[in-house]
C-alpha cells in the first residue's frame, strides 16, 4: 500500500479554500518555495516513494491493523472498529510524516531537523527519524516540559538528538516554538524545520497530510476486506488534526461517510484558557504562518488553551480542517477531560487497549454515537498509544477507577 498523493487541494499558493496560504517573514518566502519545489518532485520519484513504502513496511510495522472491537460493539449496540496507529514504532502516528520529512530533508542536503515539542512526542518521532536517516536533530522544549515529560526528553537524548531548554517567558510549548523558529531563521539552508502537525506555512498542511494518507488508504482497503463495503463513520480526536486528515483525505469524496473531528473541551468550554476547541470556539485569523479558526485572546493573540491530552492543547487548526468545517464535510465535535479518561479506561477495560488520551477523546464520541443509536458502522483511528500517560492518569483519576495501592 503507497500513498496518495493526487489530492485536488491546496492550490499552488496553498490555500484550501480561504484558509492556509504563507505569512512568514521574507527570508523565509524562498526557503519555503524551495521547499514545496523539492517535496513535488521527490512524491514523484519512485526511488523515494519505494523507500518511503519499505520504511512504512518493516520499519514502522505498517499496514496498522484495522481491529473489530466486539466487546465495545455489543455494549454500545454499534460495531465499532480501530485504526491500530498505537501499533507504529514510537506508539503513534506521528512517525509516519517524521520519515517523509526526514527523507526530504536528506534529499535535499540538509544536515539538520529542528522542531519544537511540547509534551515530547513529535520530539521523540522526529529524533528517531533522524538517528535513522542519519541527521543531526536539534528539538527545543520548554523548561517546564522537560521536567513534566521526562522520559522523553531522556528518550530523544538515547537517540542522539540535542534538547535545547526555552527558558523565557512560561518556559511551555509556546516559548519552545518562538526559540526553535529564532534558531531556524539563523540558518535555514542547512536545517529543515520539520513541523509536527497539518499546521504552519504552505507547504507544510499539504506535505504532512501526504505523509499521514497512507493511514485513510489502508483503512479504507481493510475495511472493505472485512465487510465489503465502507464504514458508516469515521471518528478521529484534533490537535493540529494530522492523524485526522491522514485518515479522513482517502473518504471525502465518499459522501455516505460521515466524517467527525474531535476537539478537546478540556475542564470547561465556557471559560477562556480552559480548553482547545478551536472550530467550535475560534474564529478565522492567522498565527504561526497560517490562516486558519484561532482561539485568540482580547489582543489578538494566541489564547492560552488547555486539554488534559497535551498533545490536542493548540490555539489553532490546520487550515483543511477549516475548509472542511465551512463547507459542512467534516462535523467537530468536543470531549471534555472527564469524557476521555473513562473512555480511557472503559477501552482498556473493554478491549485490552490502553490509549493516548489524546486518542480516548475519539473513543468517547465514537461511544457517544453509538449510545444515540447513529446509523452505521463507526471506524475509530486510535492516533496512539497510552504508554506515556499511565503515570499521569493513576496519580489524577486512578481512585475513582479503583487503581489504588499503586506501588
Ligand atoms: C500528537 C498527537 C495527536 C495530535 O496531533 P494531530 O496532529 O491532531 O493528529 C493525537 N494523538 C496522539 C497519540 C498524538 O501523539
Keep these: 500500500m503507497k500513498n496518495t498523493f493526487d489530492h485536488p487541494m491546496p492550490d499552488a499558493k496553498g490555500y484550501f479554500g480561504e484558509y492556509g496560504g504563507r505569512f512568514v517573514p521574507p527570508q523565509l518566502e524562498s526557503i519555503l518555495d524551495e ?3 523539492a517535496y513535488l518532485a521527490i512524491r514523484e520519484e519512485p526511488s523515494f516513494l519505494d523507500e518511503l513504502s519499505r520504511l512504512y513496511r518493516h520499519y514502522v510495522g505498517r499496514p496498522s491493523p484495522v481491529f473489530h472491537a466486539r466487546n465495545l460493539s455489543a455494549k454500545y449496540g454499534a460495531d465499532i472498529y480501530l485504526k491500530r496507529e498505537d501499533l507504529n514504532h514510537t506508539g503513534a502516528h506521528k512517525i509516519n510524516h ?8 536528506k534529499k535535499m542536503g540538509k544536515k539538520k531537523l529542528i522542531a519544537e515539542t511540547g509534551a515530547g512526542q513529535h520530539g521523540v518521532a522526529l529524533a528517531t527519524a533522524a538517528a ?14 522537560m ?4 522520559p522523553n526528553v531522556v528518550r530523544m537524548l538515547i537517540l542522539g538528538a540535542r534538547v535545547i531548554p526555552a527558558t523565557h517567558g512560561r518556559k511551555t510549548l509556546k516559548e519552545a516554538v518562538d526559540s526553535a523558529f529564532e534558531a531556524y531563521l539563523g540558518d535555514p539552508v542547512n536545517q529543515l524545520y520539520a513541523i509536527g502537525s497539518v499546521v504552519g506555512p504552505h507547504p507544510f498542511p499539504m506535505m504532512v497530510r501526504d505523509f499521514q494518507s497512507i493511514v485513510g488508504n489502508e483503512a479504507k482497503e481493510q475495511f472493505r476486506e472485512l465487510t465489503g463495503g465502507l464504514p458508516g463513520n469515521i471518528v478521529a480526536c484534533v490537535g493540529g488534526g494530522s ?15 460521515a466524517l467527525h473531528g474531535v476537539e478537546p473541551s478540556g475542564r470547561s468550554l465556557d471559560e477562556d484558557g480552559e480548553h482547545a476547541a478551536t472550530l467550535t470556539k475560534g474564529s478565522p485569523g492567522v498565527m504561526h504562518g ?7 485572546d482580547t489582543d489578538g493573540e494566541p489564547m492560552e488553551v488547555y486539554s488534559v491530552a497535551s498533545g490536542l492543547d493548540y490555539p489553532s487548526v490546520g487550515p483543511q480542517h477549516s475548509y472542511l468545517k465551512d463547507i459542512g464535510r467534516v462535523q467537530y465535535a468536543h470531549i471534555n477531560d472527564q469524557e476521555a479518561i473513562d473512555a480511557f479506561f472503559e477501552l482498556s477495560r473493554q478491549e485490552g487497549i490502553i490509549p493516548a488520551i489524546e486518542s480516548a477523546h475519539a473513543v468517547a464520541h465514537a461511544l457517544k454515537l453509538a449510545k444515540a443509536g447513529e446509523r452505521g458502522s463507526i471506524l475509530i483511528n486510535l492516533s496512539g498509544r497510552g504508554d506515556k500517560d499511565i503515570d499521569f492518569v493513576v496519580a489524577n483519576y486512578g481512585a475513582e477507577y479503583g487503581v489504588t495501592n499503586v506501588p
Excluded: R
Design 98 to 105: 517524521c520519515l517523509g520529512e526526514a527523507l526530504l530533508a
Design 147 to 150: 521536567h513534566k515529560e521526562h
Design 243 to 257: 492523524n485526522a486528515m491522514g485518515i479522513f483525505s482517502a473518504f471525502l469524496d465518499d459522501k455516505a461517510v
Design 290 to 296: 497560517f490562516k486558519s479558526y484561532m482561539l485568540k
Design 132 to 145: 535513522l536517516v542519519g541527521l543531526e536533530c536539534d528539538i527545543y522544549m520548554g523548561e517546564v516540559d
Design 35 to 37: 521547499i514545496t519545489a
